[in-house]
T-cell receptor, first 111, second 111 residues
Framework: QQPVQSPQAVILREGEDAVINCSSSKALYSVHWYRQKHGEAPVFLMI?????EQKGHDKISASFNEKKQQSSLYLTASQLSYSGTYFC????????????FGKGTTLSVSS | NAGVTQTPKFRILKIGQSMTLQCTQD?????MYWYRQDPGMGLKLIYYSVGAGITDKGEVPNGYNVSRSTTEDFPLRLELAAPSQTSVYFC??????????FGPGTRLTVT
């Protein structure tokens, strides 16, 4: 089943923070996060495996609450380059099952 | 290291024609995937492969076929093209438990 992302869209000024959420109704093995700029291919940001770990990548980090089947992506002190559509992809309850992507959250950062 | 390459970049097909979208990766990834992305939408998995000789259906496999004779190549075949197959097609590859790396995409129009 397709994960649900919220919000659908976010508008920020440079330096502001944002949180994007991804929820699934099924037990998950992993959650992936990708960013896609207009007219380009999606780019891998990070993967979170079952175990509730939090990962960071510069000013972008994410958490995975295995019990709630939820993941959140945190964008801190946003930059213009953060603009794009963010997708979460969820992997079922065991490794090797295919990802199902959410519909995406569009983030617009202005100066 | 070219990553994931796709050909062609653009193609216009007439209804009923057939074509093959090529995908090659040079990262020695065992997993490969084909997605389609309709305007403003997320990624839908068409087929995927966990290794040479092994393929499996994704969410939207009807009208498509794949083969995986080598680790590097994962072509997608469209038989009897229909307007509903107008989309952007992305190929991706990964290690198991790894993030997916996407090719630049093929924009296909069926008229």
């Amino acid at each position: 089943q397709q994960p649900v992302q919220s919000p659908q869209a976010v508008i920020l000024r440079e330096g502001e923070d944002a949180v994007i959420n991804c929820s699934s109704s099924k037990a998950l093995y992993s959650v992936h996060w990708y960013r896609q700029k207009h007219g380009e291919a999606p780019v891998f940001l990070m993967i979170l495996l079952k175990g509730g770990e939090q990962k960071g990548h510069d000013k972008i980090s994410a958490s995975f609450n295995e019990k709630k089947q939820q993941s959140s992506l945190y964008l801190t002190a946003s930059q213009l380059s953060y603009s794009g559509t963010y997708f979460c992809g969820t992997e079922g309850n065991q490794a090797g099952t295919a990802l199902i992507f959410g519909k995406g959250t569009t983030l617009s950062v202005s100066s | 290291n070219a990553g994931v390459t796709q050909t062609p970049k653009f193609r216009i097909l007439k209804i009923g024609q057939s074509m093959t979208l090529q995908c090659t990766q040079d990262m020695n990834h065992n997993y490969m995937y084909w997605y389609r992305q309709d305007p403003g939408m997320g990624l839908k998995l068409i087929y995927y492969s966990v290794g040479a000789g092994i393929t499996d259906k994704g969410e939207v496999p009807n009208g498509y076929n794949v083969s995986r004779s080598t680790t590097e190549d994962f072509p997608l075949r469209l038989e009897l093209a229909a307007p509903s197959q107008t989309s952007v097609y992305f190929c991706a590859s990964s290690y198991s438990n790894g993030g997916q790396y996407f090719g630049p995409g093929t924009r296909l129009t069926v008229t």
